[in-house]
C-alpha cells in the first residue's frame, strides 16, 4: 500500500502502517539492537543537562554534522543493515537523506517530549521519514498556536511516517510515557542535514 496522506490542516503528513513487512521490520529490528552503538545521550532543559529517557544514536555521512537539543553529534557511519533502508527510501520519495537519528525506547518508561525538528541544519521545510519497530507507541502532534489543531497516531511495527512541508515549523510532537506494559520500540527518523549557514 502506498503512503496515505492524513488530514491535518497546516501539516503535512503522509503515512503507510506496513511500509516493511513483518518478516524484514522482525529482522531489521533485530539487526539494529546489534548493529547500532546505542547511547544515553545528554540533552538540555530549561538550562539544565539531563540523561535522556531513551538510548540513541546518530548516523550518518561524515559530514553531516548535527546539533540537537544543544550538543554537538558527529554522526557513526552507516550500519550495514540500513543501506537498502535508506535506499529505498531515497527512491521512494525523491530526497537524499544523509543522516539519521535512532531512538531505541526500552519500555513504556522511555520516552521523548515535545519538540519539532527545528534546527537551522534541517532547513526551513524539512522532510524527514520516521520508521518505526517494535512496540505500538503512540506519537502525538500539537500545533505551536491553534490548539485546536492537533492529532495523535499510534506507530506500529514497520510503519513509515513522513512528515514535511511546513510540519515542523508549525507543530511540535512527543512520543509520551505510558503505564502500558509495552515492549521495546526502535524508531529512526531520517533527514537531509545541511551545512550549518
Ligand atoms: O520515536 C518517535 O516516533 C519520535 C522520534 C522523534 O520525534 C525524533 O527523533 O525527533
Ligand atoms: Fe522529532
Known amino acids: 500500500m502506498p503512503l496515505q496522506r492524513l488530514p491535518l490542516e497546516d501539516a503535512e503528513l503522509a503515512f503507510d502502517p506496513n511500509w516493511l513487512e513483518r518478516a524484514a521490520a522482525?529482522?531489521?529490528?533485530?539487526?539494529?539492537v546489534e548493529e547500532i552503538r546505542w547511547e544515553v545521550h545528554?540533552?538540555?532543559?530549561?538550562?539544565?543537562?539531563?540523561?535522556?529517557?531513551?538510548?540513541?544514536?546518530?548516523?550518518?555521512?561524515?559530514?553531516a554534522h548535527y546539533r540537537y537539543s544543544g550538543v554537538d553529534f558527529r554522526p557513526y557511519p552507516w550500519p550495514e543493515a540500513?543501506?537498502?533502508?535508506?535506499?529505498?527510501?531515497?527512491r521512494e520519495l525523491g530526497v537524499g537523506f544523509n543522516s539519521v537519528l535512532a531512538n531505541r525506547y526500552r519500555d513504556g518508561r522511555d520516552a521523548m517530549g515535545w519538540h519539532s525538528d527545528d534546527e537551522r541544519?534541517?532547513?526551513?521545510?524539512?522532510?524527514i521519514a520516521s520508521l518505526s519497530l517494535?512496540?505500538?507507541?503512540?506519537?502525538?502532534l500539537?500545533?505551536?498556536r491553534r490548539a485546536e489543531l492537533k492529532g495523535a497516531l499510534e506507530l506500529g511495527h514497520g510503519s513509515l511516517l513522513v512528515?514535511?512541508?511546513?510540519?515542523?515549523?508549525?507543530?511540535?510532537?512527543?512520543?509520551?510515557?505510558?503505564?502500558?506494559?509495552?515492549?521495546?520500540?526502535?524508531?529512526?527518523?531520517?533527514?537531509v542535514i545541511g551545512p550549518r549557514g
Open 26 to 32: 522482525d529482522a531489521l529490528q533485530a539487526a539494529l
Open 42 to 63: 545528554r540533552i538540555r532543559l530549561f538550562g539544565r543537562e539531563h540523561d535522556s529517557p531513551r538510548l540513541s544514536s546518530w548516523i550518518g555521512d561524515a559530514d
Open 82 to 90: 540500513l543501506g537498502p533502508i535508506r535506499e529505498r527510501l531515497m
Open 121 to 127: 541544519e534541517l532547513g526551513p521545510r524539512p522532510v
Open 134 to 140: 517494535g512496540a505500538t507507541r503512540r506519537f502525538a
Open 142 to 144: 500539537k500545533h505551536r
Open 163 to 191: 512528515m514535511s512541508g511546513p510540519t515542523q515549523a508549525n507543530f511540535r510532537h512527543a512520543l509520551p510515557r505510558t503505564v502500558r506494559p509495552v515492549g521495546e520500540r526502535i524508531n529512526l527518523t531520517f533527514r
